[in-house]
């Protein structure tokens, strides 16, 4: 008999028990469930007005629930769009950042050529009259030349550069000989040596060195803003997988089915979720920095020695030096040359009375004024443009890797240990998972398929590689699209003259003992034009341009 009280006395304190668990799981009303589920632009009519069974349910937690297998599956619709939408707005906000700065950066390196190619014009002009006027088209090749390099690439800057200083040469060498003729074959003698002549003293050199960095420098520092923007909007689109939608849903919306709305979901369980969900984002991540510091290391050229803007506001006063130097040196330059190139014939009287301009090159620039910089772009410089970019490169870093901790703060998530985990209002004891595809393995909220790895995310890995490799080759003063992108450890900088073992100084010509000029000869081999240096290339030109542009009197 006390062994049948005893065991009706455990029956009845196990029904309580379990009285007190239905009371507690099963929602007295689900008004406020309703009221939430309308605001979300659904039929509130949809959710019931008392709790019923979930047996149904295939997401959310089954028993006496508020939610219908209908209404999961239209949350589920929402937590799709719900999970896309921090990652589009923290993406679309970088994304804009990089692109206002492209923009402003383009616009500002644009009219810096245009300013320099009037300033150029204006000077000209007034210095040299219907001289510079009849040549002008010389200079006017030139800015579209580098124009174009910027634009488009495909322009291999220090030979054409040497084209244009050496073009420059034939037309002032004829100019301060007019008492002589030259046939077409003596000036490809002349034209072909502009290097080994140096008429133009240094300038030449240090200009192409100025040039050829300053202009491949600024042109990768575009293209790697512009790609960034690009690669973010390519990969900022979560194509969320059946799985991380379910593990949203449950993360967002299983809480209204027991009636509680307000409850939002633990830190730790909303970044294991979101994890999960951004795995493939989160691999970018290395290329990503990558990427971010070689432009950070490209700015600091564009700051000191690659300076474009210092190269070119002074660009007609650097090409008027060079000129000058041709004016003061053209005795010897054409004795040399009559040396190797050979004896030209005496021209018609008549038409060095026509040519000969009376007093040579009587006229210089006015001095450089580095306070007379042009306004360009919105009224900025480059000194103010870097500096903002920089900032914004330096807190784009890890960008990816925290885009969970980006995502999982403020109201979407609860404030304390008193949060959804997932199953109930309580504490949330798992690991969080570590970043990337790899690291999702054992990911106890989000089952992820490693083995397949998002493809578009995977090309721009590949797209911000190939760009980091320009930008590094930049940073060296190199060319991407004429030199090797291999590392070859040698450090050796595009336009770094003439230092090798090959290079001589001096020109030895051979014997004129034809009627046909002879080609200079010099100790090793030459070759040509093209190897001409980018600042020789430069300065020749407007040498050239200017010594044809000399007033006649």
């Not at 030096?321 to 054409?334: K, L, P, T, Y």
């Not at 995310?457 to 699209?481: C, E, F």
Request: glycine fraction near 6%.
């Amino acid at each position: 008999m006390a062994g049948i009280n005893v065991l009706s006395l455990v029956w009845a304190s196990a029904v309580l028990v379990w009285v007190a668990v239905c009371a507690e799981l099963k929602p007295k009303t689900c008004t406020e469930v309703r009221l939430a589920y309308g605001s979300k632009g659904f039929n509130y009519n949809d959710v019931p007005h008392q709790g019923v069974n979930g047996a149904q349910l295939k997401v959310c937690p089954q028993g006496f629930t508020c939610c219908t297998p209908e209404m999961e599956e239209k949350l589920s619709q929402q937590s799709r769009t719900d999970l896309r939408a921090p990652v589009t707005q923290l993406s679309s906000n970088l994304q804009s950042t990089f692109t206002q700065r492209h923009r402003r950066f383009d616009q500002f390196f644009k009219e810096l050529l245009d300013n320099a190619e009037r300033s150029l014009h204006d000077m000209f002009t007034r210095t040299y009259g219907v001289m510079y006027v009849q040549n002008a088209e010389l200079f006017k090749q030139f800015f579209q030349d580098l124009k174009r390099y910027y634009v488009s690439g495909g322009v291999d800057l220090e030979q054409m550069l040497s084209e244009f200083w050496a073009g420059l040469l034939e037309r002032m060498f004829k100019l301060v000989n007019v008492q002589y003729h030259f046939t077409e074959e003596y000036m490809e003698c002349v034209s072909k040596h502009t290097e080994q002549l140096k008429p133009f003293g240094d300038v030449p050199r240090k200009l192409k060195l100025q040039v050829t960095r300053a202009f491949v420098a600024a042109r990768t520092f575009a293209q790697g803003l512009d790609v960034i923007g690009d690669v973010v909007g390519k990969v900022s689109v979560v194509n969320a997988s059946p799985d991380c939608v379910r593990a949203a849903m449950k993360m967002m919306y299983c809480p209204y089915c027991s009636g509680q709305v307000a409850l939002k979901p633990c830190p730790n369980y909303c970044l294991n979720v979101m994890k999960g969900c951004l795995a493939n984002q989160a691999d970018l991540d290395t290329e990503w920095n990558n990427v971010m510091d070689a432009m950070l290391n490209l700015a600091e050229r564009l700051e000191g020695p690659f300076n474009i803007e210092a190269v070119m506001d002074p660009i007609d006063v650097k090409i008027s030096d060079a000129i000058m130097n041709m004016q003061e040196n053209s005795m010897q330059v054409s004795q040399k040359v009559f040396q190797g190139c050979g004896q030209p014939r005496p021209a018609v009287p008549d038409r060095v009375s026509r040519s000969a301009p009376d007093g040579g090159f009587n006229a210089r620039f006015r001095p450089y004024n580095p306070e007379e910089r042009p306004t360009t772009a919105a009224g900025t410089s480059l000194d103010r443009l870097v500096p903002d970019v920089k900032k914004h490169l330096k807190l784009a870093k890890k960008f990816w890797s925290t885009l969970p901790e980006s995502v999982c703060t403020g109201e979407r998530i609860s404030a304390g240990d008193e949060c959804w985990n997932g199953t109930a209002k309580s504490r949330y004891d798992s690991v969080v998972m570590g970043n990337g595809l790899a690291n999702q393995v054992a990911n106890p909220d989000v089952e992820v398929d490693i083995t397949k790895p998002d493809l578009v995310i995977r090309r721009q890995i590949m797209v911000l590689r190939l760009m980091t490799n320009r930008l590094k080759s930049a940073h060296n003063g190199h060319d991407v699209t004429f030199f090797d992108m291999s590392e070859d450890g040698s450090g050796e900088e595009s336009g770094s003259g003439c230092e090798g073992q090959h290079c001589t100084s001096d020109f030895v010509f051979t014997p004129t003992i034809t009627k046909n000029p002879p080609v200079i000869a010099r100790s090793g081999e030459v070759s040509g034009a093209v190897g001409l240096p980018l600042t020789s290339f430069v300065l020749l030109l407007g040498a050239a341009a200017l010594a044809m542009l000399v007033p006649r009197r």
